[in-house]
């Protein structure tokens, strides 16, 4: 059996750092995103009729997935925008996000 190797405590500090920020990171998307999606649940039940107490507006509005809900929205709105981001919106996207805590993301999923 290997034995392990001794692990600084400057390396153990500066990872628990990183994934303090990694955390961070994720959170505020999950609360963005989160705020996105309940906006235009709000903005789709009031559309439809402004009177709908909270029963009607989860009853109308939680059956969703985000994409299906941005569909329904568009539809009711009669947006003419694009649902979903193009391939190059996308591409800038994955520019943009590709920051050091996704990469520290990506490698602890692959370890």
Known sequence: ???AGKVSRAALRREAKERVE??????????EFSQL????????????NPAWNDDKFDA???????AALCRVTREVFKLDAPTFPTLEDQEKWKKEVDAPS???WRSTMSA
């Open 60 to 66: 109308v509005t939680s059956p969703y997935d985000f």
């Open 22 to 31: 990694l955390f961070l990171a994720i959170g505020e998307f999950i609360f």
């Open 102 to 104: 996704m990469r520290a």
């Open 37 to 48: 999606e309940f906006t235009i649940r709000v903005a789709l039940a009031t559309l439809l």
């Open 1 to 3: 059996m290997k034995k």
